[in-house]
């Protein structure tokens, strides 16, 4: 147990609909990350906050949005869904920025039908 | 932006065989990581290691970064080593999450 949490483990949507997935990072850690797995893509980054401000972004599409809350947790809010957003997101977190170990949640499994 | 080659793509081996996957990457790094996916699809850490050398068990890791490469040795295999083992690392001096390899899969056969 990496002591990262992910709600919900799995989700199923329709296209055009819109999801939010949630991540407590470990307790201590100020970093946040959010990472998507598709079987065509990899594992690819989206995007990072520290201490709730956005410090880097990385592939994540206009209408994936996330931010960071004063407790730390964060939400990745995904919208007018595709049959290609289906994928396996994963939240990380560090106790500070990128250069820290990084440890990763169990995942959300997100299938658009 | 980094390149990240990880080989082989896939391996078979017996169980109780040993094995060495390699990481090549294409700039400078300050932070490499090793992942085991396992079946379920959790992604569990096994070393963070930008450079040096470090053992954890039947596992042990090495990174030459001078050289843009790290090693990860797994001895003894058995058959829960099974899965996909993922080398990642960010590039030095950027604002950037990790970049990951495309793996190397796995398959220890009893």
């Known amino acids: ?42 594992l690819q980054f989206l995007i990072q906050y520290y201490n709730g401000e956005e410090r880097a972004k990385g592939n994540i599409l206009e209408r994936f949005s996330a931010q960071q ?28 920025g990128a250069t820290y170990e990084q440890y990763f949640g169990p995942g959300t499994r997100l299938t658009v039908t | 932006g980094i390149q990240v080659e990880q080989s082989p793509p896939d391996l078979i081996l017996q169980e109780g065989a040993n094995s060495t996957l390699r ?41 030459v970064a001078t050289e843009r490469y790290s090693l990860l040795y797994i001895s003894s295999s058995q058959t829960t080593d099974s899965g996909v083992y993922f080398c990642a690392v960010k590039v030095g001096g950027g604002a950037d999450g990790l970049t990951f390899g495309k793996g190397t899969h796995l398959i220890i056969q009893p």
């Open chain 1, 1 to 42: 147990d990496s002591g990262v949490t992910q709600t919900p483990k799995h989700l199923i949507t329709a296209t055009g609909q819109r999801v939010t997935l949630r991540c407590s990072p470990r307790s201590g850690d100020l970093s946040v990350y959010w990472y998507q797995q598709s079987l065509d893509q990899g």
């Open chain 1, 69 to 96: 809350f004063p407790d730390l947790h964060s939400e990745l809010n995904l919208s007018s869904l595709e049959l290609g957003d289906s994928a396996l997101y994963f939240c990380a977190s560090s106790v500070a």
């Open chain 2, 23 to 63: 990481c090549n990457f294409s700039d400078s790094v300050n932070n490499l990581q090793w992942f085991h996916q396992n079946p379920w699809g959790q992604l569990i850490n096994l070393f963070y290691i930008p450079s040096g050398t470090k053992q954890n068990g039947r596992l042990s890791a090495t990174t």
